[in-house]
Structures are given as C-alpha cells and as structure tokens.
C-alpha cells in the first residue's frame, strides 16, 4: 500500500501547459502501476493515462496521447502528468491513483488514491 500527494494544479490559460506531480510513500513504488484520473464539473471520474513499473505508458484516447505526457521516476517514488495545449475541459480534479501489478490501463481496478489536485482552465 502507498500514501499518494498530487501537487502542480492551479489556474492556466487555454493552450498553455502544466505539470502535476505525485508523491508517493510507503514501499514497493517501483512495483505499482501509476495513473492518473480526471473528473471534471458534474462528470464522473475516469483514467487518461497510465504508465507501468517499466514506464509504459497507456493513454485512454489518442487526442490525450498528444497532450498529456504520463512519467515516472521510481528513485524519487514520484510519477507525473504534464498537460499540454490545456483547454476548457481539462479543468476540475486531477486524481493520481495506483495499483500493484496487472493490467496499467484497467482503470476500474484502481483502489489506491490520492487527495487530488485542481485544475482550473480559463
């Protein structure tokens, strides 16, 4: 089990960028599929981008595969979401989760949460 922090949210401007991050405690980090999920206003939450102890990543869509970039660095127990060319409905909470081994890209099989981050696009 890992405690996860996001931290990196805040106000942007259509088009522009911003990364989040995401800290996480306890042991094995290296071991656990990293995500990140998103909900915005009235919408429920759902995962955009996954990567793996290996750092392979998944992407919901191919739209999020051309703005966000998912990493991590195992050394620091931090993975990472950069927005890119942000627009309107990037805004809302930004979710960092993990899971410990299976299938990166199995959103629904995510139980490890952090407290989120907000994101506001104007």
């Known amino acids: 089990h890992v405690q996860l922090v996001e931290s990196g949210g805040g106000s942007v401007q259509a088009g522009g960028s911003l990364r989040l991050s995401c800290g996480a405690s306890g042991r094995y980090f290296q071991n656990y599929c990293m995500a990140w999920f998103h909900q915005g206003p009235g919408k429920e939450r759902e995962g955009v981008a996954g990567?793996?102890?290996?750092?392979?990543?998944?992407y919901r869509t191919s739209d999020m595969r051309g703005r966000y970039i998912i990493s991590r660095d195992n050394a620091k127990n931090e993975a990472y979401l950069e927005l890119n060319d942000v627009r309107l409905d990037d805004s809302g909470m930004w979710y960092c989760?993990?899971?410990?081994?299976?299938?990166?890209?199995?959103?629904?099989?995510?139980?490890?949460w952090g407290q989120g981050t907000q994101v506001t696009v104007s």
């Open positions: 990567i793996s102890p290996g750092s392979i990543t998944i």
């Open positions: 989760a993990a899971k410990y081994g299976g299938n990166c890209g199995d959103w629904a099989q995510y139980r490890n």
